[in-house]
């Protein structure tokens, strides 16, 4: 059954950090929603190229040779094979868009890998 | 160069109604700008899902069974091969995410039919 998504209530159902929740699927793409706080991984993604939008908070987006700060309303796609740290000076919520096969860690793995749960 | 993009920049960049802006891509999907007045034609498309994020304004998904108010804040995706009816009684502004290879008046074809400039 088709039916639309309210970011909103859909945001107010989890709040664990750093652990994307699909919300949507557009082919063999997901919508993912995610909170952040502090400072993540650096990481890559052999083939999945990720964006990132902003809804809320300001996100920093660190490349190895500069900083791109992301304020809500804007959104940034990180190529795949571009190593990335993103971080967080206080909550920032998010939208994903990005293949399915997309891990949260990338190649890099590690204890804050995450599974993906619908929502 | 990897670079952020602030969607009320672009938004101001043009006024044509009905024929969506290019200004991401993610893999093999393009994320689009589009402002809608008034009604399109029913259409749909053979393989393409197709995510339809409100900006600004109310925008409403016909469907031939039923139809779905989608406000700011709110998505929604139409499945390929679903005939559907986007109509916005005031202007809607919409963030699209979709194979590239979406046509927007899908199947359909006709005069409304528009090619994807980036901007």
């Known amino acids: 059954m088709i039916d639309k998504v309210n970011l909103s209530d859909k945001l107010a159902r989890f709040q664990d950090l750093w ?3 699909a919300v949507g699927a557009v082919n063999d793409c997901w919508v993912k929603l995610v ?3 502090g400072s993540f991984v650096w990481h890559s993604h052999e083939v999945e190229d990720e964006l990132f939008l902003v809804l809320r908070g300001r996100l ?3 490349f190895r040779d500069r900083e791109i ?3 809500p309303g804007e959104f940034i796609i990180v190529p ?4 990335h740290c993103p971080v967080a000076e206080d909550e920032v919520h998010v ?3 990005e293949p399915r096969s997309t891990v ?3 190649t890099a793995g590690g204890t ?3 599974e993906v749960d619908w929502i």
């Open 104 to 106: 949260n860690t990338g």
């Open 80 to 83: 795949h094979q571009t190593e």
């Open 35 to 37: 909170k952040l706080s």
């Open 112 to 114: 804050r890998t995450r």
């Open 69 to 71: 700060t992301v304020d």
């Open 60 to 62: 920093r987006m660190q």
């Open 95 to 97: 939208l994903l868009f």
């Open 19 to 21: 652990s994307p929740k």
